[in-house]
C-alpha cells in the first residue's frame, strides 16, 4: 500500500483499493450471475488476492476454492456475497466475528419485500453498529476501480473490456446505471475513476462513500445517479466538503414522491413536498443537477470552468457565435426555456469585429454564416468574444465542417482553450471526431440543444454552500400545534411582524379593544389549526355588538362542527388590507433538513403552486433572490408604474423565520405564515395568521 493510500479513510481503501477479495458463493459458471466477479477480475487483471468461496466444489472456475470465510490463510478486506437472501445474515455475523472490514451484499429481498425483509435489515444494522464491520447494500451489484483492474460487480455489462478510465467518480442507488452510464460513456469517449451502487444504503451512504474518497488524487469530481435523499446529512457534508475542495458533483436525481406532500399538515408541507426540495437541496449545496442522462456525461468540463455562484443570478450573461444559424437558434431557445437570455454583442464589441473584418451579421447571436468554417475566421471573433465585458460565457455552436473538416471550425475553438472565461461548443452534425478530440481535450462540448442548454442552466443553478442549519431531532407524527396567539409570541421572538391581536374567553363577552374596527374574530386554540374548516372565523365585524354576536356564531359552529373539540379562546384582530398576500413557511423535511418557502398566499397557495425553496437559514440577499422567482410578486415590484410592494420587508421576514433553522432550542418542526400581508413600499409587512408546529 503506498503512503497516499494508507493515509486515506479505510473505507477509501477496502472498498476502492483492497489487496484481498473474498467471493462468497462464487459460481463455476461464469453465465451466472454468481460465476462473472470472479471473471471479470481475471479479465481485468486485478492484481490482489481472490478467494473463491463455495463449500460444494473443490475448484471454481480453474481456481482453488475454500469451504469458508474462516477457512481463509487471511482475513480479507473485503467480502462479496453473492449468495442466495436467506444466507446473507449469517455470512455477515461471520464476516463481524472475523474482523473483516467490509462486506458487499448482492442479494435483494430486504426492506423493501415487506416485514420479514425489515427485520432481515434491522439484524444488518445491527451487525454494523456492534461491530467494526462495514455494509454496502444489500442490493449491491458492487464496485469498480478502473485504475487498478477492480470490476468487482455481478453487473453483466462489465463483461465489455476494457473500462475506460477518467477523473469522475460514479455513486448510484441503483445497480444497473453503473453498468449502463460505463456503456454510455464509453460509447461517447467519457471514462470514469471509479463507480458504485450502494443498493439500499443499510449501512454505508452515497454521501458518506463519496466523502471518504475526497482525498484520492485520481478523483476530481462526482457523478451522482440518485433515487432518494436518504442519509441527507452525510450527502450534506459530502457536497459541502467537495465544494470546499472545489471538486464538481453532477446530479441526476428522479423524483420524489408526493407521498409526503398528502399527508403534510401545513400548506408548507404540500406545497413543498415534493421534488422542489430535492431540487433546492442539492443547488442550495453546490451541486450541478441535471434534467437528462446524457447531460451527466457532457457537463464536468463545463463545471469544472464555472466557479461556484455567490448568487443564482449571476454569469448568466451568455454569448453566442455560429456558422448556422438554425443550430444556434435551437440553443437561443433551449436556453430560453430554462430562463437564460442569450446576450446580443454590444456596440463596443462590434466595433472590433468590424476592425478585424469579420463577415456575417450579429443580432441576437453573431452569424459567421459560411465564412466562419475558416480557421482565421472563428479564432479571431472567439479571441474578441473572449475579452468582450458583456459575456460571462461563449457558445460556439459549429455546422455541417465539423463532421469532416474539424480543423476549420472545431480546431481554433481547442486553440481557444486556454482562456480564463468558459467556452462551449454545440456540434449540430454527428462528428464523433471533433466531439472525441473535444471531450479528450477536456472542453465542454455538446451533441444536442436539450444538453448544452441543460448543462449551463444546471451549472448556473448551483449555490455556494452556506452554514447549515441545526435540525430539530426526528419526531413522531406531525408535531403538536401551537394556539394562533401562542405562534404570535414565537414570531415577535424572530422579529418576524403580525398584525395586532388581542384574546378573550370564548365563553364570556368581549371587552374593549386596543384597536379600532372593523376587526376579525377567530378560534384560537392548539387543536385547531384549521379554523376555516370549522366555521372558526368571522370577518367585517364593524362594532362591539357585532363582535358580540361573532362570539355566538364562533360558540355555534364549534358545537356543530367541532363538537368536543378543547377551544377556551378567541383571537380579535383589526382588519388589515396589503398590495398582495404571500405565503412563507418554515419546515424539516426528514431528508432534507430545515427548509424555507416563500409562496404565492391566501387562496392562490395550493392553486398556482407558484412558489420559491431554499435551505434554511438564508440571508437577506438569497430572500431577495426568493422573492425574484415568484411571479405572483412581479405584480407589486414597481412594473409599468403600479404600485410598489415594501419587498425589502418581505426579505428580512423570509430571513428572520428562517433563523428558526439555528435554534433548535424551540423545538419547532414547522411554522408558517399565511397569509403575510405585503404593505405598500415603506409599509412593511404583517402577519394576519400563523402556524406552528412543536416537536411532541
Do not use: Y
Given at each position: 500500500m503506498t503512503a497516499s493510500l494508507a493515509a486515506m479513510p479505510s473505507v477509501c481503501q477496502t472498498l476502492l483499493y483492497p489487496r484481498s477479495i473474498a467471493l462468497v458463493g462464487a459460481s463455476d459458471d461464469v453465465k451466472k450471475t454468481g460465476g462473472r466477479p470472479l471473471q471479470f477480475l481475471r479479465h481485468s487483471g486485478f492484481a490482489g488476492t481472490i478467494y473463491p468461496i463455495n463449500p460444494n466444489r473443490a475448484h471454481v472456475q480453474g481456481e482453488q476454492a475454500w469451504p469458508s470465510l474462516a477457512a481463509l490463510p487471511q482475513v480479507p478486506d473485503h467480502v462479496f456475497v453473492l449468495s442466495p437472501t436467506e444466507t446473507v445474515i449469517d455470512t455477515v455475523r461471520e464476516c463481524a466475528r472475523l474482523g473483516v472490514p467490509l462486506v458487499t451484499i448482492l442479494a435483494s429481498g430486504f426492506s423493501e419485500s415487506g416485514a420479514?425483509?425489515?427485520?432481515?435489515?434491522?439484524?444488518?444494522?445491527a451487525i454494523a453498529r456492534n461491530s467494526t464491520l462495514r455494509i454496502l447494500g444489500p442490493s449491491s451489484?458492487?464496485?469498480?476501480?478502473?485504475?487498478?483492474g477492480l470490476v468487482l460487480t455481478a453487473n453483466a455489462a462489465f463483461a465489455e473490456p476494457d473500462v475506460p478510465r477518467g477523473k469522475v467518480f460514479v455513486a448510484s442507488h441503483s445497480g444497473s446505471m453503473i453498468g449502463a452510464l460505463v456503456s454510455r460513456g464509453k460509447a461517447r469517449g467519457v471514462g470514469f475513476a471509479g463507480l458504485v451502487s450502494v443498493g439500499s444504503e443499510v449501512d454505508l451512504s452515497i454521501g458518506e462513500i463519496c466523502a471518504a474518497t475526497l482525498d484520492d488524487p485520481a478523483i476530481e469530481g462526482y457523478a451522482l445517479f440518485l433515487e432518494s435523499l436518504r442519509h441527507g446529512d452525510q450527502l450534506q457534508a459530502f457536497a459541502r466538503e467537495a465544494a470546499r475542495r472545489g471538486k464538481p458533483v453532477i446530479a441526476y436525481k428522479l423524483g420524489r414522491s408526493s407521498a409526503a406532500a398528502e399527508m403534510a399538515a401545513t400548506h408548507t408541507g404540500a406545497l413543498a413536498g415534493e421534488d422542489d426540495i430535492a431540487d433546492a437541496f442539492l443547488k442550495d449545496l453546490g451541486i450541478?443537477?441535471?434534467?437528462?442522462?446524457?447531460?451527466?456525461?457532457?457537463?464536468?468540463?463545463?463545471?469544472q470552468k464555472v466557479p461556484l455562484q455567490s448568487h443564482s443570478m449571476a454569469g448568466k450573461r451568455i454569448g453566442v457565435v455560429t456558422t448556422t444559424g438554425g443550430g444556434a437558434?435551437?440553443?437561443?431557445?433551449?436556453?430560453?426555456?430554462?430562463?437564460?437570455?442569450?446576450?446580443?454583442?454590444?456596440?463596443?464589441?462590434?466595433?472590433l469585429l468590424k476592425a478585424a473584418q469579420v463577415p456575417g451579421s450579429a443580432g441576437r447571436v453573431l452569424d459567421l454564416t459560411l465564412a466562419g468554417t475558416r480557421y482565421e475566421v472563428m479564432k479571431s471573433v472567439l479571441d474578441i468574444m473572449l475579452e468582450a465585458p458583456e459575456f460571462d460565457m461563449v457558445v460556439a455552436v459549429v455546422g455541417s465542417s465539423a463532421r469532416f473538416q474539424p480543423d476549420l471550425a472545431v480546431k481554433p475553438i481547442m486553440d481557444s482553450a486556454g482562456h480564463a472565461k468558459p467556452l462551449v461548443t454545440m456540434l449540430v452534425p454527428d462528428a464523433p471526431q471533433a466531439l472525441a478530440a473535444l471531450t479528450q481535450a477536456g472542453m465542454p462540448c455538446f451533441r444536442t440543444p436539450e444538453s448544452c442548454a441543460d448543462a449551463i442552466a444546471a451549472v448556473l443553478a448551483r449555490r455556494v454552500p452556506h452554514t447549515p442549519g441545526q435540525?430539530?431531532?426526528?419526531?413522531?407524527?406531525?408535531?403538536?400545534?401551537l394556539s394562533e396567539a401562542q405562534a404570535y409570541q414565537l414570531l415577535d421572538r424572530l422579529q418576524v411582524p403580525h398584525a395586532p391581536a388581542a384574546t378573550f374567553a370564548l365563553d364570556g363577552l368581549p371587552g374593549p379593544l386596543p384597536f379600532d374596527f372593523p376587526v376579525v374574530a377567530k378560534v384560537c386554540s392548539p387543536e385547531i389549526p384549521h379554523k376555516t374548516e370549522v366555521g372558526g372565523v368571522v370577518l367585517g365585524i364593524q362594532n362591539q355588538e357585532q363582535l358580540g354576536q361573532a362570539f355566538a356564531t364562533l360558540r355555534a359552529n364549534l358545537a356543530a362542527r367541532a363538537p368536543g373539540v378543547a377551544c377556551s379562546e378567541v383571537l380579535v384582530q383589526p382588519l388589515r388590507?396589503?398590495?398582495?398576500?404571500?405565503?412563507?413557511?418554515y419546515r424539516i423535511d426528514p431528508d432534507a433538513g430545515p427548509i424555507i418557502m416563500l409562496a404565492a398566499g391566501g387562496i392562490w397557495a395550493e392553486v398556482m403552486r407558484d412558489r420559491s425553496i431554499r435551505l434554511a437559514p438564508v440571508s437577506v440577499d438569497t430572500a431577495r433572490e426568493m422573492i425574484a422567482e415568484v411571479k405572483l410578486l412581479q405584480t407589486v415590484s414597481g412594473l409599468r408604474g403600479k404600485a410598489r410592494?415594501?419587498?425589502?420587508?418581505?426579505?428580512?421576514?423570509?430571513s428572520d423565520l428562517s433563523q428558526l433553522a439555528l435554534q433548535p432550542e424551540h423545538g419547532v418542526l414547522e411554522a408558517e405564515?399565511?397569509?403575510?400581508?405585503?404593505?405598500?413600499?415603506?409599509?412593511?409587512?404583517?402577519?394576519?395568521?400563523?402556524?406552528?408546529?412543536?416537536?411532541?
Open positions: 420479514e425483509g425489515v427485520q432481515r435489515e434491522a439484524e444488518l444494522r451489484l458492487g464496485v469498480v476501480n478502473p485504475h487498478n450541478v443537477r441535471v434534467d437528462m442522462l446524457e447531460t451527466l456525461f457532457e457537463v464536468f468540463p463545463l463545471a437558434a435551437m440553443v437561443v431557445d433551449q436556453l430560453g426555456l430554462r430562463g437564460i437570455t442569450v446576450q446580443p454583442v454590444s456596440d463596443a464589441t462590434l466595433a435540525s430539530v431531532a426526528a419526531a413522531q407524527g406531525t408535531g403538536a400545534a388590507k396589503g398590495l398582495t398576500e404571500v405565503l412563507l413557511g410592494g415594501d419587498l425589502e420587508a418581505l426579505a428580512q421576514a423570509i405564515v399565511n397569509p403575510l400581508m405585503v404593505m405598500p413600499e415603506g409599509q412593511g409587512v404583517l402577519a394576519v395568521d400563523a402556524l406552528v408546529l412543536q416537536a411532541r
